[in-house]
């Protein structure tokens, strides 16, 4: 199985900080990486895939990077609706993983 | 809009099964790719396996190879998954997702989720 290692697993950052989100995978996944914002008391939604595309809607302040086994979630200037847990999820070969996830809170 | 609403929380024994539903609504359903993901307390994101909409043509993870049968009712746009021989390590919330993307464009990103369904196991 591929392993996915998010860093941090914890942040704390202050609105309008710049956040880079690490994602490590344990083999090549090509470019077969998404990400997905989590807030409490809801599902994941989905943000990027295939590495750096976002999906229609998603602000513009987010962007991914990326390929082969490292990759990066950004975010550029961050917002008070963004302190959620961020998840990195790896669909180049069965069983699909996720990273451990990374926990975004207000200092 | 596009809807998964899954059935309510569940209490078992070991040993025992459970069925959970998916109900979809609001797109083709037969164009998109169904996925059951789990999160037990404390733990990340694990994938259980995917299932088609037309053929109901299943791929599990190996995790759960022998204990669980994925199908789908085309007549209520509804998908299953049971899961058998229960152990207190199946406590968590189970997901449904659909394929953000349909069938034959791309696959194995997943939104929408449902909203889960919690599986206690407990003697």
């Known amino acids: 199985d591929i392993q996915l290692t998010q860093s941090p697993s914890f942040l704390s950052a202050s609105v309008g900080d710049r956040v880079t989100i690490t994602c490590r995978a344990s083999q090549t996944i090509n470019s077969d990486l998404a990400w997905y914002q989590r807030k409490p008391g809801e599902t994941p939604k989905l943000l990027i895939y295939a590495a750096s595309t976002l999906l229609t809607g998603v602000p513009s302040r987010f962007s991914g990077s990326g390929s082969g086994t490292e990759f990066t979630l950004t975010i550029g200037s961050l917002q008070p609706e963004d302190f959620a847990t961020y998840y990195c999820?790896?669909?180049?070969?069965?069983?699909?993983?996720f990273g451990g996830g990374t926990r975004v809170e207000i200092k | 809009q596009v809807q998964l609403v899954q059935s309510g929380a569940e209490v078992k024994k070991p040993g025992a099964s459970v069925n959970i539903s998916c109900k979809t609504s609001?797109?083709?359903?037969?164009?998109?790719?169904i996925h059951w993901v789990r999160q037990a307390p404390g733990q990340g994101l694990e994938w259980m396996g995917r299932i088609s909409p037309g053929g109901g043509f299943t791929t599990y993870a190996q995790n759960f190879q022998g204990r669980i049968t994925m199908t789908r009712d085309t007549s209520t746009s509804t998908f299953y998954m049971e899961l058998t021989s229960l152990r207190s390590e199946d406590t968590a919330i189970y997901y449904c997702?659909?394929?953000?993307?349909?069938?034959?464009?791309?696959?194995?990103?997943?939104?929408?989720w449902g909203q889960g369904t919690l599986v206690t196991v407990s003697s």
């Open positions: 999820q790896q669909y180049n070969s069965y069983p699909l993983t």
């Open positions: 609001g797109y083709d359903f037969t164009s998109y790719y």
């Open positions: 997702a659909r394929d953000y993307r349909p069938i034959g464009v791309a696959y194995n990103y997943l939104d929408p």
